[in-house]
Nanobody, 125 residues
Framework: QVQLVESGGGLVQAGDSLRLSCEASGRTFSSYMLGWFRQVPGKEREFVAAIRWSGDTTTYADSVKGRFTISRENAKNTGYLQMNSLKPEDTAVYYC??????????????????WGQGTQVTVSS
């Protein structure tokens, strides 16, 4: 249905910033809700942020509120996750995911249909 490719990860120092990108193809990006998740070895995939197709409503995990910002440019079929004030505990593989438009913001992996391959974010202490 939709193919997603994340980019922008890397190795950074605590307090630094990164912007992750999620490029979509195969379908019209504006028709989908976008979510960002992250996962570390031995743990379940964790919700980070989500945004409605219109971009008018967002939600964030408590652990990233005030530091991360989700956004999207539907005309470019691209979503973003701006990550500021990074902490070592933010280290994970970050995944973007999409699902059909929903009034309610979706915050669990099972509610999303298409996933990217992930991009590694490592924050040194």
């Amino acid at each position: 249905q939709v193919q997603l490719v994340e980019s922008g990860g890397g190795l950074v120092q605590a307090g630094d910033s990164l912007r992750l990108s999620c490029e979509a193809s195969g379908r019209t990006f504006s028709s989908y809700m976008l979510g960002w998740f992250r996962q570390v070895p031995g743990k379940e995939r964790e919700f980070v942020a989500a945004i409605r197709w219109s971009g008018d409503t967002t939600t964030y995990a408590d652990s990233v509120k005030g530091r991360f910002t989700i956004s999207r440019e539907n005309a470019k079929n691209t979503g973003y996750l701006q990550m500021n004030s990074l902490k070592p505990e933010d280290t994970a593989v970050y995944y973007c995911a999409v699902r059909l438009s929903s009034v309610i913001l979706r915050t669990t992996p099972g509610e999303y249909d298409s996933w990217g391959q992930g991009t590694q974010v490592t924050v040194s202490s």
